[in-house]
């Protein structure tokens, strides 16, 4: 494989995002090169780099680390590439995002005779050094009617799965008089339908649009309205935004924080991933809570949402962070609002973004009696509940969780 930067081409907005994202950490690879890993451009994941990487993992039974089989890799390469697009892109997406966020369960045949079920994850979360990191341009894809072909710009990969697509103007861009940022993001839309290229989406968690000097974001699903500007909270030295997103986004640690806790599939909004205030108010409040008193319990404070800022779905990053974030993981999570109907479609949003479907979650206990019930004894790690329920419930014995 090609370890070389790329050279400078005609298109220079795919040559500049390239050579930063190397600058970045991540690996270039030839054209070639990707496409001999992908075996034709029908396929978008690149194989033996999944392999190489699942071949390192090890699962722990009776105390002992084990090497998965190659029975075992087979299965979690199968999982993966079996996404099912008849159901459509987002169903197919957000299959993947369960699997990278929660990993893969495999059968393994133990040398004892018995068999065991390890859960193996896709993505080492702690560990960015542990991941491939592999960036390529000009990737040329078969359409889903096989009928024609299109390219991405810039597809970065990660342990061999697509994860980030970037699109950078035509060199011909703008000559009609409309922007060629603009552009860049209809043509990323326009590649998701059926009669485009809609297995690279399927896989795709991040998705970037870099020209005329700007940038903006979204994912898979979002529409050309909502896709947007990135804002540093520090003070950044990046002149350019068109640099100052992917150097934002795109280094090896804040992508892997992005798509593990800021990353939501919503009944109402389909797939949403977090903007600037809702990313660094999560942050902020994931920080304070680590912060213990001398009595050892835990800091608090408040969070100050501006009208129009994301507030219920500012609560939901912050649900599941909480859920997923090493620090808290042990912990379980309480939502209390003020509202009925805003408890209601937290707790079903919830439900909606996975932030409580695999952890136990469920809607909301109708009662004192049974909140009390949840937050003694029951084993949810998401509960959600109003100011009146909840001072109901603590005036119930069963309301203790020591």
């Known amino acids: 494989m090609s370890d070389a930067t790329p050279d400078r081409a005609s298109d220079s907005h795919r040559v ?3 050579r930063l994202l190397v600058d970045l950490g991540w690996r270039f690879l030839d054209t070639a090169d990707a496409l001999a890993l992908r075996g034709g451009t029908r396929e978008t994941i690149l194989r033996p780099r999944l392999v190489d990487v699942l071949q390192t993992r090890r699962f722990d039974y009776r105390g002992q680390p084990h090497p998965l ?30 699997l990278l966020t929660l990993g893969v369960t495999v059968t393994e045949f133990m040398p004892d005779g018995r068999t065991h079920r390890p859960t193996v994850a896709l993505v080492d979360w702690e560990r960015p050094d542990a991941n491939r990191w592999d960036v390529t341009g000009e990737l040329q894809v078969l359409s889903a009617h096989g009928t024609h072909h299109r390219t991405a710009d810039v597809v970065g990969y990660v342990n061999g799965l697509p994860l980030v697509v970037i699109g950078t103007p035509r060199p011909d861009a703008g000559q009609d008089g409309r922007s060629g940022l603009d552009e860049v993001v209809r043509r990323q839309l326009r590649d998701q339908r059926h009669d485009g290229i809609p297995g690279l989406f399927a896989c795709a968690q991040l998705l970037l649009a870099l020209g005329d000097g700007d940038a903006r974001y979204g994912t898979t699903g979002t529409a050309f309205e909502s896709w947007a500007r990135w804002r540093e909270e520090a003070s950044d030295d990046v002149p350019s935004a068109q640099d100052r997103l992917p150097t934002a986004l795109l280094r090896p640690e804040r992508l892997l924080e992005f798509l593990r806790l800021f990353v939501l599939f919503d009944r109402e909004a389909g ?53 997923l974030h090493p620090s808290t993981q042990a912990c ?10 805003l408890e209601d479609r937290l707790a079903h949003r919830a439900v909606d973004g996975d932030a409580a479907g695999a952890y136990g979650g469920k809607p909301r206990p109708g009662s004192g009696r049974a909140l009390a019930l949840r ?24 309301c203790r969780n020591p």
């Open 16 to 18: 500049d995002a390239l």
């Open 69 to 98: 089989s190659p029975g075992g890799i087979d299965q979690i390469v199968r999982e993966v590439q079996a996404l099912n697009l008849v159901e459509g892109l987002l169903p197919a997406n957000e299959r993947l995002h369960r």
């Open 271 to 323: 797939k949403v991933v977090a903007r600037p205030a809702q990313f660094f108010g999560v942050r902020a409040l994931l920080a304070r809570i680590r912060q213990r008193r001398p009595d050892g319990a835990r800091e608090g404070g408040v969070v100050r949402h501006a009208a129009g800022s994301g507030r219920r779905l500012a609560m939901m990053f912050a649900a599941r962070a909480l859920l």
């Open 332 to 341: 379980r999570v309480l939502v209390v609002t003020d509202r009925l109907d």
């Open 375 to 398: 937050i003694g004894a029951g084993t949810e790690r998401l509960v959600f509940a109003s100011f009146r329920s909840l001072a109901a419930a603590t005036k119930r014995p069963e």
